[in-house]
Every structure is written in structure tokens, then in C-alpha cells.
């Protein structure tokens, strides 16, 4: 089965520093996506950030980065100079199937950014 | 705001019941996906339909149904609800099956008690 594991339920962070959030997934498929997206207190799902399989180039949008290893199936997001606004949930999601849009998404981190 | 409407926002019914939940993607957009998110299962997929056809399905129980109609609307049925079935239900589009990014709806909050 296609999983995407999120292992950290909760993080905190202080404003203007960094954090990173973890996420593995599991898939047989050779093209594949992944994805970071936010859920704020308003429930509205926001995408961070995507990344390709196939590009080795780490994507990055602004404040948000992603590490990416492909051979340990791992993609992390690191958030830099973290903002309040930055308080929210987060989830992992892949999208295994080329052919379709579905999306598997991991059981989400809660992150808190303390002033 | 993502371009992607739902209706209603909140619901609250009883056990036994039936409901309709109505999605409006954004303008163009080809494709449209139901998620549904609760505490017990996490945030799941259940179903994606591209220009009225049925592409994709997830874990979607067989009491619930969804059709996409000739103006891209789809609709998501859930009938025969039991207390599990409470949870915050979204719909996504994309301009097409496989486009790399989902706008999602506000969701429809649905208690059944």
C-alpha cells in the first residue's frame, strides 16, 4: 500500500528561527509527486510546496524548502525565519498515480510558532 | 479564497439520514476530488471525476455516491449516516486528471448526531 508517514503529531518553534517537519512515504511508482500543504485555524488547505521525483533539484518557494531523498523516500520541509502566520497544521501528501490527481496524505503535524 | 465554492458550510442531521453536498469548481477547471477529513481517519480521498467521468476512486464507503454534472458541479451523496461519518468533507479542482495542484473549497462541516 502507498503511505505517507508524518512522525512528529506536534513541534513548536520560536518566531524567526527554523524548523523542519519530517515525512517519509512508500510507493513502487517511479513517477510520483510530493507535496506540502498548510492547514491554518481556518481549515482553507494551502499548498506550500511540490516536488517532482524525477528533478534531484530540491524545490524551494520563498521561506519554504524541501529536502528531498529519493532513495530513503524521505521529504522534509524546512521552514526558515518562521512567522506566526506560519501556525498551522501541515501535511505530507503524494500523489503515486500519474494518470490520476489522487493524493495520500500523511496523518499531519501540528506546528506552533511562539512569539 | 481558491475559486472553489461548497455548500453548505454546515450541516447537522441525524442518524439514518441522507445529504447532499454541492461543490462548484474554479472557472475552467476539469476535474474535481472529494476528500474527507475526520479525526479518527485522517484526511482521506474518496473520489476524483474529470469532465463528468468518474477517474479515480479511494476508500469511499458504498453508501456514499458523487457524479459530476455537464457544468463541472459535483455533488457528493452520503446517505444512511451513521455518527462515524462526521467530518469535514472537501472538494478540490484542477484544471485537468493530472494537473500538480488542487485548489481546495472551505469544505462542508457535516455533524450527524
Known amino acids: 500500500a502507498q503511505t505517507v508517514t508524518q512522525s512528529q503529531p506536534e513541534m513548536s518553534v520560536q518566531e524567526a528561527e527554523t524548523v523542519t517537519l519530517s515525512c517519509t512515504y512508500d510507493?513502487?511508482?517511479?513517477?510520483?509527486?510530493l507535496f506540502w500543504y498548510k492547514q491554518p485555524p481556518s481549515r482553507q488547505m494551502i499548498l506550500v510546496i511540490r516536488q517532482e521525483a524525477y528533478k534531484q533539484q530540491n524545490a524551494t518557494e520563498n521561506r519554504f524548502s524541501v529536502n528531498f531523498q529519493k532513495a530513503a523516500k524521505s521529504f522534509s520541509l524546512k521552514i526558515s525565519d518562521s512567522q506566526l502566520g506560519d501556525t498551522a497544521m501541515y501535511f505530507c501528501?503524494?500523489?503515486?498515480?500519474?494518470?490520476?490527481?489522487?493524493?495520500?496524505f500523511g496523518q499531519g503535524t501540528t506546528l506552533q510558532v511562539k512569539p | 479564497d481558491s475559486g472553489v465554492t461548497q455548500t453548505p458550510k454546515h450541516l447537522i442531521t441525524a442518524t439514518g439520514q441522507r445529504v447532499t453536498l454541492r461543490c462548484s469548481p474554479r472557472s475552467g477547471d476539469l476535474s474535481v476530488y472529494w476528500y474527507q477529513q475526520s479525526l479518527d481517519q485522517g484526511l482521506q480521498f474518496l473520489i476524483q471525476y474529470y469532465n463528468g467521468e468518474e477517474r479515480a476512486k479511494g476508500n469511499i464507503l458504498e453508501r456514499f455516491s458523487a457524479q459530476q454534472f455537464p457544468d463541472l458541479h459535483s455533488e457528493l451523496n452520503l446517505s444512511s449516516l451513521e455518527l462515524g461519518d462526521s467530518a469535514l468533507y472537501f472538494c478540490a479542482s484542477s484544471v485537468t486528471a493530472t494537473y500538480n495542484e488542487q485548489f481546495f473549497g472551505p469544505g462542508t462541516r457535516l455533524t450527524v448526531l
Open positions: 501528501a503524494s500523489r503515486p498515480d500519474s494518470n490520476t490527481g489522487k493524493l495520500i
Open positions: 510507493t513502487s511508482e517511479s513517477n510520483y509527486y
